[in-house]
């Protein structure tokens, strides 16, 4: 189709002439006010006269490339304001007839370029008297409104959408949706919205992860699955068809897959046997819009990657999705089908949000930067992604939502707090989250007498992890959110009197480690999108960032005599190796050659312990000798503390919490404690032990629930 703007000077029709040279459209020979993308609407029509002009024809010249926004929108808009300046009417159509659901058609035969055209002279009629003078300044003064308004519009209109949006969401009530004992999650309606399947998990009623389903406005629900007690997490989508609902079933290496069962119940059907999984948030799967595609998410041990797999439900064929991450999380197909989104947590405090475009496959970043996200889901229209900034196993955070067309401006929610696992129903214009409640407590055992009962020391109705005594014994400094969000305390050894040092206003912010002399205290935090180390003092004032010459570092630790701090770097990266630097900052030094987490000296100050995948290291401490230790038990990467001769950590053995110790003379193992509950999923910090060698510190989760509360008349 020709330009009509570069191959013709200018177009005539009627009363009016479209200017090839300038893109002005006249009156009359009168330039009437017309915005460029209604301009370009009028040129492709009159270049084409009679013929129709395709929507996507339209839509692909107004906004080439476009990879999110609303080109319909954008293009009923321009041809409305288009109509408006020609005086045209859309169902009366003189110049451009409207062709229902497929495009639009120049109906006035314009004259071709280069013919004369003289407007006819008026009628002579009496000349019309003057107009008052009041009339003449009230039309100036409207005129200079008009404009005024005009040049403010584009500032003005975002502001009075968010404001009718905002008006919107208070509107809107939060209900339960289930008030289960236990833990509940990855809610996923049915195609009408009328019934909702879940996961359910209590010690009670529930001993193991099963998959439930039951309809919205009754209580009791229907169990679909009766896995064993080995399936640690389950993932849920319904098909569009409402046949068959999805599962992610995580259960290890050798037991991880997706199934499809009825909602009637019955037996499963393993449509791929790969390590189906998720990283610690819910929402591992998603359907297509037609249901001939299934996302996914896949662990690959051996480069240690989640990634975003799209299973063919024709061929059974599944095809991994390019995406430049190494930790896909939140796959979410978009209703109208025309997108799929992810998030990406390669960054646990600067996630994006992603959006490929199924057309032609183009990638795109919609949003950055967000503290985390842990759910995530498209509103009914297409238009919007609502999602929470919640991260780790329990944890929850606010829900927000960010509009394709404006992703640089995303909106809180004036709902929901603790919030995880969001799902839509697009035709019920319904909403479901997942609403987590934590209480993790640091307690104090006897290592004298561990038989007698731990004492709880360090509470508060929310989080507290990461113990670490002073020098003296005397104080325990320690990371809580029990301010909103996660920052450094420090406390006396029995938890009072507690006083915040930090104010960060993040969730990533941690470890924290006192200096052998008792002056400082080194921690982590992500605040800015970066891992950094920051030193503070015990009795207050402001943190200082450590300056290091590579970036990117955390789980800070002091050397004995105080003159180096040891850290990892390369977390962010999935990189992960141990350095040291000087205790006033400058140049780091790598220490460990091997992939290591939370450094750790021997107390001889001799070796540095640290460890990976569950097996611990040792290395002298100026970087030689650099070995496994051997024959210890797997340990959790950040549940083990060095001691006298030996290692403290933290094991799982039927279904039960024990802290063992391990000696390193005799190679030797030993039941120290078993802990009445859980160990926290998320960090733990290690298990540090008094100056005198008496009492042990740990974090232990004590009360765990969550509920789905839903929301009505959802857009």
């Not at 017309?34 to 692909?60: C, K, Y």
């Not at 992890?465 to 014994?473: C, Q, V």
Request: charged share 20%; proline share 7%; glycine share 10%.
């Amino acid at each position: 189709m020709a330009d009509p703007i570069k191959s013709a000077d200018t177009i005539r029709f009627g009363r009016f002439e479209l200017s090839a040279d300038t893109g002005e459209l006249r009156k009359d020979g009168a330039r009437l006010k017309l915005s460029g993308q209604a301009i370009q609407v009028l040129a492709m029509l009159t270049a084409n006269p009679g013929n129709m002009v395709t929507r996507e024809e339209l839509q692909q010249k107004l906004w080439p490339g476009a990879n999110y926004g609303d080109p319909e929108h954008g293009l009923n808009a321009a041809v409305n304001k288009l109509r408006e300046a020609l005086g045209d009417s859309a169902t009366e159509p003189k110049y451009i007839e409207t062709v229902p659901g497929r495009g639009y058609r120049f109906i006035e035969v314009p004259e071709p370029p280069g013919v004369s055209h003289e407007p006819e002279p008026p009628a002579t009629e009496p000349e019309p008297s003057k107009s008052p003078w009041w009339k003449r300044k009230v039309t100036i003064a409207v005129a200079a409104c008009i404009s005024v308004a005009a040049m403010l519009y584009p500032w003005i209109m975002p502001r009075i959408e968010w404001i009718i949006r905002q008006n919107q969401l208070r509107r809107l009530t939060v209900v339960p949706l289930t008030t289960l004992p236990g833990m509940v999650g990855s809610p996923t309606f049915s195609p009408d919205g009328s019934e909702i399947a879940f996961v359910w998990h209590d010690e009670t009623y529930a001993p193991g992860f099963d998959l439930y389903v039951k309809v919205i406005g009754t209580d009791k629900p229907l169990r679909l699955t009766h896995w064993p007690a080995g399936v640690n997490t389950l993932w849920a989508a319904w098909s569009p068809d409402g046949r068959n609902i999805a599962v992610c079933r995580a259960a290890g290496p050798a037991g991880s897959a997706v199934y499809l069962l009825s909602p009637l119940g019955g037996m499963e059907r393993k449509i791929t046997s790969m390590s189906c999984a998720s990283w610690f948030v819910g929402g591992a799967l998603s359907w297509s819009a037609d249901g001939k595609q299934l996302a996914f998410l896949h662990y690959s041990p051996s480069d240690d990657t989640l990634g975003l797999f799209v299973l063919s439900m024709d061929s059974m064929e599944a095809t991994q999705v390019k995406s430049d991450c190494k930790t896909v999380i939140l796959p979410a197909f978009s209703p109208r089908g025309d997108y799929l989104a992810w998030a990406c947590a390669d960054k646990l405090n600067s996630v994006p949000i992603y959006l490929k475009r199924l057309s032609d496959g183009k990638v795109t970043q919609l949003l950055r930067g967000m503290q985390g996200v842990g759910g995530l889901a498209w509103s009914g229209d297409g238009r919007r992604i609502v999602f929470t900034t919640g991260v780790g196993f329990v944890a929850g955070g606010d829900l927000w939502e960010v509009a394709l067309d404006t992703p640089d401006r995303p909106t809180k929610l004036p709902f929901g707090h603790d919030a995880k696992d969001v799902a839509v129903s697009f035709t019920g214009h319904r909403l479901t989250y997942k609403q987590a409640h934590a209480n993790t407590n640091i307690w104090r055992m006897n290592l004298s007498d561990p038989q007698v009962h731990a004492q709880k020391v360090v509470a508060s109705s929310r989080e507290q992890t990461a113990p670490n005594y002073s020098p003296d014994g005397a104080q325990i400094a320690f990371q809580s959110n029990r301010s909103g969000n996660t920052e450094i305390w420090v406390s006396d050894s029995d938890g009072s009197n507690a006083v915040q040092l930090s104010s960060f206003g993040i969730n990533e912010t941690g470890t924290p480690r006192w200096s052998p002399d008792g002056k400082l205290i080194a921690f982590d935090s992500r605040v800015g999108g970066e891992s950094n180390i920051y030193l503070v003092e015990p009795h207050g004032g402001l943190p200082r960032k450590l300056d290091i010459d590579i970036r990117g570092n955390n789980m800070p630790s002091w050397s004995h005599d105080g003159n180096w701090i040891y850290f990892t770097n390369g977390d962010d990266t999935g990189n992960p190796r141990v350095w040291k630097v000087a205790a006033r900052g400058g140049r780091a030094v790598q220490v460990a050659k091997h992939a290591g987490y939370m450094p750790l000296e021997s107390p001889d100050g001799q070796y540095l312990y640290f460890s990976h995948d569950g097996q611990l290291w040792q290395v002298q401490t100026d970087g030689s000798g650099e070995r496994q230790v051997q024959d210890i038990p797997p340990v959790r990467d950040d549940g083990w503390s060095p001691f006298g001769s030996g290692i403290y950590f933290m094991i799982y053995v039927n279904n039960k919490t024990e802290i063992d110790y391990f000696d390193l003379n005799t190679k030797a193992a030993r039941t120290i404690f078993v802990m009445d509950k859980w160990a926290p999923d998320d960090w733990i910090g290690g298990l540090p032990v008094s100056p005198d060698g008496k009492w042990m510190l740990f974090a232990q989760l004590d009360e765990v629930s969550s509920d789905l509360m839903m929301v009505e008349n959802w857009q």
